[in-house]
């Protein structure tokens, strides 16, 4: 009973990864759009603040050393849920959404700063093409730290074990997702603009 | 029997090869590399195509790091890896189409 129920559970696991792995391209795609998107309007200021006057390089930078650590916890949460081992992968979830909620922190922060230097939604197409990218991505981990909530909680419940599906997997997928993008972001949108 | 192990299957046991240890390493590169991202900004004269070229290429080490190692794609079997780098290779053309239409391909970096 229990082969034939491994048996019949591998291939609709197996689609719920390539489903996942699908939608993580057609994200890509959509990224894609949005950097091109503010890299036309870059140099459209209309008289507002540009990227050189507002940047402030080391404090993106460790931002972005944040979201890249909360890489390593989300992986280690993954590879203790491979083990079968609870509770380092509470550890490790609660860990990866606090480092996210930190880099919202600072992204809050960062925006904020750049609304008080004149930098609106509507300043400018460069502040509308940066709001959006920075904005759409700081909603994506958002959405991730929700995730990872549900996560800690569902685990606490029922506990989230392999043989529960690969939800684990699936949340680790979308938040290297997130972490792949903004490297991206911080290259060319903040490093190449200053 | 070896060849009726699920593809899903043969990736996660590929995948329990990494250690905790291997992936502290590879978060440690990656946080050197971010590192010198940022250095090679400030060195002055390093500017113009070489720190583009620098910055696109060590964003590029990066992006792979993560995606091959902490996504596990290296481990994964062919479709995931095709659907995954037809996207990325979908964002790219789309790039490079939207801005070869505005004509500022080349104005970009």
Excluded at chain 2, 30 to 57: F, K, N, Q
């Amino acid at each position: 009973m229990a082969a034939e129920v491994a048996h019949t559970t591998t291939p609709e696991l197996d689609i719920r990864k390539t489903a996942m792995w699908a939608f993580l391209a057609s994200e890509l795609m959509f990224f894609g759009a949005l950097i091109s998107t503010f890299l036309l309007y870059r140099g459209r200021t209309s008289g507002g603040p540009d990227a050189k006057e507002l940047f402030d390089i080391p404090f993106t930078s460790v931002s972005s050393f944040v979201l890249l650590m909360s890489s390593l916890t989300m992986v280690l949460a993954h590879n203790a849920w491979e083990r079968n081992d609870q509770r380092q992968m509470r550890l490790w979830l609660l860990s990866t959404a606090g480092l996210g909620l930190v880099f919202l922190g600072g992204q809050f922060f960062e925006f904020s700063t750049f609304v008080h230097e004149g930098l609106k939604l509507d300043t400018s197409p460069f502040g509308s093409s940066f709001y959006m990218l920075t904005g759409f991505h700081g909603a994506h981990v958002a959405v991730g730290v929700l995730m990872l909530s549900a996560m800690v909680m569902i685990s606490y419940r029922v506990g989230l074990t392999k043989s529960r599906g690969m939800n684990v997997e699936l949340v680790a997928l979308y938040w290297h997702f997130v972490d792949i993008i903004w490297i991206v972001i911080f290259t060319v949108v903040y490093l190449l603009q200053v | 029997m070896a060849a009726e192990t699920p593809a899903s299957q043969e990736a996660e046991e590929h995948a329990d090869h990494l250690s905790p240890a291997n992936y502290w390493a590879i978060a440690l590169f990656l946080g050197i590399v971010t590192a010198v991202e940022v250095a090679i900004t400030y060195i002055p004269g390093y500017d113009g195509a070489l720190l583009v070229i620098s910055l696109l290429v060590l964003g590029i080490v990066k992006f792979l790091t993560v995606v091959a190692f902490f996504m596990h794609l290296k481990y994964e079997p062919f479709t995931m890896n095709f659907m995954f780098y037809f996207g990325l290779l979908g964002a790219l053309a789309l790039f490079i189409a939207m801005l070869l239409s505005f004509r500022a391909l080349l104005d970009t970096f």
